[in-house]
Structure formats: structure tokens, C-alpha cells
């Protein structure tokens, strides 16, 4: 499949790259050609020729927090205390799906994300192989980590989980993780480290989300859970945290040090009341830092226009100063900043040889004008109407508000209300 | 114009009013039939009848504060100081604008309200009559503010605009009103607080927007804004205040007392780091609140998705508490709380009688999937791609994705963006 991008506005999202009117050629899952103006030897046999009418053309976003089978929980329980909401409504009814629902409902969130430009996701959730199988039944691009805890999993468990899941597909890969600190033992925690050393592997993890978090860690060891965390040795080949609201500056700095990158999910953080991350000052340190929705239970859009938005304008309002948090560094977290922290290192930017993770947004909509800033317009007036196109791995998976996954989406619109009804009634 | 909507599910937003399955008819600018299932007589001849294919109707979002014509100098000058902002960025520029400017650029706001379902604006800007004539060449219902202050407008030439631009169009009406009490002289307000006493009108304005504002007025009167502007008179017909973000219990028991609305704009006082206005207490106090995008220079999209996410969680994370302010209650915001607000009474609700400002959401989305609870839905994973369809006074002005308003779209964003150049230029 051999597919040209002409007429295109281009942002390659590498190190101050600035927009450019070019070409941008496709061949199976990679980028052959990126140039300004038109392209030499056009004779090629195409496939497809698109002619952008001078569209934008930028890396997929990456959304580098998630648990997308929890689409079933959608406006479920919403607008209520947060244990409230995860011990008596999450919880019961997460113990009633089956891994075939678990598949389904992921497709779900894969078809919200390909409609917000998202084209890979880093995923954790109940049975990170049944998101596999999604993943590649779809033709979608995830990162999946382990989630065990004291409920569920052991370490060598995650260990076998690790060689299978990098297995499924070239779509899938798969990172060493459990799901916090407060939910896990200390030996478990150091035995991960001995196996994150082991294989010289990252590690990921929920981190310092809620206050109750961290003054609980302090009381089990007093020490915070970062510096727990890496007094285990659980960082030595790096890692990222989810969220990260709650962190003093030594936590940031042990961050920095250990190549721990931060994913922050503004809209999840805002909704269930957790707090805002100071992601100026971890910005300012040199923290890779990235962005992510959560999943739809706690947020509840899959959307990284909203992601970005509130990114920025989270910051100047709690630091009282508009000129907080510019947009161009917000465009990093949600492109290179999240490939970075999700190992997706052939999928960053717009280059020969990269991956064909691609979008086009529609500059023809009165959002998007007039043109004084095409970054800033992006990161603040953006929404899911501008995505014209998203690709991943080459192939156009949605385009024109249709998609094109090989599945009848009402399909799974209707096995995803099937599921809800079933666990409600059941 | 006769058109038949079936198939439908309604939200008419009346008292307590459930969704259902049922048809609305159309006739003209009117309302003419709402109801549960199949319609009597249905061998009525019409002009269309829509399948809406089990897609909401609902009545039109009201953005109950805006700046429209602003559009111009969206991503112009984020991302800087308040001061630095509005002095040396905004100030200058808007000096070149001519009322030809201003048309144009207020239709290129209403285009984007189009695409959030939003069918009419309570606008205030340099030339109220430029914004009057473009919502009369599109079709637009805008309701116009007056925005006297001591740079420019009087009491008298106030008294004038009232009536000149009440006769424009059917679809513009017009409000008593001022830019803000840190920006007009007393004696100025006083002789505006007695043209609203003979006239019976309410007054609106720009209300305890910042701190700043606040604490010199108690400087200049030793009371708020809102007790100085109760004591003289203002609000004897009622009125509102545009933000409200720094206000006691005190200015809220005046606010519910004297009929005074509160449109709130959180978008952008967050992006200018204004503050989180206190919604809760307002709701629980019974004040009427309404929603509003403010300009595009400060927000920077026109998108009542995004307020009405940010009506909600910024309530929830403020209070530290996930169960604050629910979905319902931004909903009523956003609709009949703006209608209240703008005393468009006429356009508040779907019921038989009451202008046709309708608008479609597709609920065949991944965002609006499953549906455990649509309002829910609406406001929590509600985005502009979900408006299928805006009609305003009886007419479809945006369908699919295109505008129906009898000008070229591109040609509205070509002229803004000539604008801008030459505004920057000269």
C-alpha cells in the first residue's frame, strides 16, 4: 500500500520543527518521504493520492494512560464520593465481565480514540492479553502494562505476561508495571525490582495521585512513593507514573535522575477531585512528560483535545498566571512525550523510516480560524471535529467521521449496552 | 416550512422532563407538535421529514456571554500575563478594526456556535449594531448588551442602541447594560441605574470577574461590586453578571434577591487565571445560572461542551470533592438557565408554542456509548461532534457537518484571516 499526502501542511513534532506545506509519502507501515513542496519522481504508482487541501498533518497522538475496556462504566456512576464510586459501583461490576467482554469493550475506547487522532494507547486493566487481542483484531497500536496488586497476579505472572503479550503482534508490545503502591506489598514491589533489574526493563505505575496516597505511604514507610519506590530499586532502567499530582521536589528530582517519565490526566484528576499536577515545575526540571485520558469511568471522554486543553489552562490557573504552561510544550507531552514514555521510540515524529502514525486535521472549520497560531489553535480551540483522518501503522483506520476497522461499529455500540445490561441485571 | 422529526428521542428540558421516544414537528419558526411515540394525522404534507435514527433532540444551547467578533485574535496573544494580554495585544489591534470588520468576524463565531449546537449569544462588543447585522444576514439569534464604559458610549446613546437594534430583526433583541463597574465612572452608572427604572429593564454587566477588581472597588465605595451596584439602583429590574467568580454570601443573597443571573465562563477563567467561581453554593442558594464561552481571545474555542465539562469538574476539584455539582445541573445551565438569563423565554424549552432552536445529537458515537445515562453522557463525553444538526428560529443552518447560511464558509475564514494581516501590518 503505497499512499501520498499532497498539499499538506506538515508538522514532523521534531526538535523545533516548524510547519511546512509539503509531501508525505506512505509504504505499508512506514514513512518513505517528507519534504517541502511538491516531491521529486511523482511517476511513483500510488495506491491512494490525498490531496490535503492544506490540511495539517502531525503525529498521531499518544495516549499514554488508559483502561479501555472501562467503557462499559461510561456514566455509570458518576458525580459521587470517589470510594463511593470505586468499592460500590466499580469494583461489583468489573467482577462480572468475561474476557470476551473485555475485548469488546476495549474496541469501544479504540474506536473513541482513533476519533480524537489517538494511535496507540497505553493500557492496563483487568486482562491486559483480552486489549491484545482487541488490539490486534482492529488493527490498533497499544502498550499494555502490568497491573498486578495484592488481588490479583504475581511476579512471575508478569514475567510470563511480558513474553506473551510482545508476542500477539508488531500492533502490541508490553511493559513491566503493577498497579500502585498502595495496593501492593512491599516484597511483591521488591521482588519487581529484582525482575525489572533482571531484565533491565522500565516499570510503570499509578503514582502519587491522591494525598490519602501519599501520607499513607509515609505512614507504612515513611517515605514518600517515589523514594519508596526507588529505594527499592524498582527505577534502576527507568519507568514512568500515572498521574503524579501529589510530588515534592525530591520525588521530581528522583523522577529526573532515574528517566522516570510522568503521564498526567488532567481531566481525570480534575473530576474525581484528586488535585492538579505541577507539571510546570517538572517541565522546567527536564521531566519527560506525557498525557493521558484514564479510562471512560473517571473522566469520561477518550479525548486528547480535552487532555491538552486542560494541560495548559490547569496551570495558569492554579499557578495565577496566564503565561503558564505555553502550547506548544502541551503538543510535546501529547505526541513525543508520550512516545517517549510509552518505548514507542519508531512512532515520535514525521520521518523517513518512522512509523505511518498519522493524522490530518481539517484546518476548513471556523475553529481553526484564522491562522495567527496553527499550534495554539490546536491545543486550545482543537476538538474531535478537526480530525479528518487518523492512520496507524500505514493504514487509514478512520477518515471522514467513518470507520474503516473491518467491524460494523453499531456491532459493538450494541454488544457494549448488552454488557452493561447483563452486568446490572446479573 | 413544515419538517417532521421522528424516531426521535426527546429531552424537552421541561420541569423534571425524562428523555423519550416520540416526533417534533415544525412549522415556520414554531414548535407545533412534541410527543411520545408515532404522531396523530401524520398525513400532514411536508417539507422534510428527518429520520433521526433514535439521535437526541434537545433544545439549543445558549451562550449567555460572548465577544464574537473577537474570533480574529484567537491564538493572537496566548499564553501571556492578563495585563501584557488585553493592554499591548488586544487593546491596539481592536483600535484598526472597521464595522465591516466586525460583521464578518462576528459570522465567523457564529459559525463555530453552530458546530456546538449553541443557537444564540448574548453578545457585548465594540459595535453592537455590526454583530445585529450579522446575525440578521445569517439567521443567527443573538441577543445584544450594551458595553458603555468611560472610553467610550453614554447613558443616552444606550437609550438609542436599545431601540435601534430591538427593530434590526426578530431574531436580535437587546439588554440594558454596561462593561463593568472598574471601567465606568458612578456618576455614569447611577444615570444608567435610573434609564433602567423608567425603562423596567434589567442590567447586565461584567461581575467580580478578578480579585483585582474586586478589592478596588472596595477601595473606591468600601463594598463589593455587587452591594455598590445594588445600592445604586441597578437591579431593580433584575439583570446579570458576566463571571462571578469572586464573590461572598453576601453579593449571592443579592444576586437571588434582585433576580440577577450569573453566566458563568469557566474556560476562560481558567485560562486566564481568573479563578473557579463557586457554582455550589450559587445552585444551593437558587441564584439562575447560565453558561458562556466568553471570547474567542480568552477561551480560546466557542464550545459549550467544554464549559459544561468545566461547569462540573473544575466545581469538584475545587471542593475536593467528586460528588459536587452534577451533570443535570450543568445541563440546565447551558440551557434554560441561558434562556432565563438572555429573557429568551420563547426559546428555552421544546414544547408546542416555543421557537424551533433545536438541536440533534448523534448518539451513534463512540463518546455517547454505551448509554447508562445520556445527560450524563451529554455533559461528560459530550463533544462538537456530536451536533448532527443546529436549527435556529425553524431553519437547519448547520447539518452533517455543513452550514446552510447562505454565504461560503471558506470565504468568511478568508476574510478573517485577511483581517488579521492587516491589522498586524498596518
Known sequence: MKIRFYNARILTMEENAEIFEGELHTEESRITYVGKGAAPN?????DREIDCAGNLLLPGFKNAHTHSAMTFLRSYADDLPLQEWLYNRVFPMEAKLTKEDQVDLAKLGMLEYLTSGITS???????NMCHAIASKELGYRTVL?????????TVPETEE?????????????????????YTTKGETIEELA?????????????????KKEVDECYGRYGMSPVKY???VGIFEYGGGGFHGVW????????????????VSNPSSNVKLASGVADLCTMLDKGINLALGTDGPASNNALDMFREMYLAATLQKVTKMDAAAMDAAAVL??????????????????????KKADIIMINMHRPNMQPENNIVKNLVYSGSKENIKLTMIDGKILYENGEFFVGEDVEDIYKKANAIIKRCKES
Not at 502494562?145 to 497476579?153: A, E, P, R, Y
Not at 508490545?173 to 498497579?179: E, R, V, W
Open 42 to 46: 511523482g511517476e511513483k504508482e500510488w
Open 247 to 262: 510530588m515534592n521536589e525530591e520525588d521530581m528530582d528522583i523522577c529526573l535522575n532515574k528517566n522516570v517519565s510522568i
Open 194 to 210: 529484582r525482575l525489572a533489574q533482571k531484565m533491565k526493563e522500565p516499570v510503570y505505575l499509578h503514582l502519587a495521585e491522591t
Open 332 to 353: 510535546r507531552m501529547a505526541t513525543t512525550g508520550g512516545a517517549k514514555a510509552m518505548g514507542l521510540t519508531d512512532c515520535d515524529v514525521l520521518a523517513v523510516g
Open 145 to 153: 502494562c502490568g497491573s498486578m496488586n495484592d488481588f490479583g497476579g
Open 121 to 127: 494507547n497505553f493500557d492496563m486493566y483487568l486482562d
Open 161 to 181: 505476561e511480558y513474553y506473551k503479550i510482545n508476542e500477539v503482534s508488531p500492533l502490541v508490545s508490553y511493559k513491566l508495571g503493577f498497579h500502585a503502591e
Open 229 to 231: 519506590l526507588d529505594s
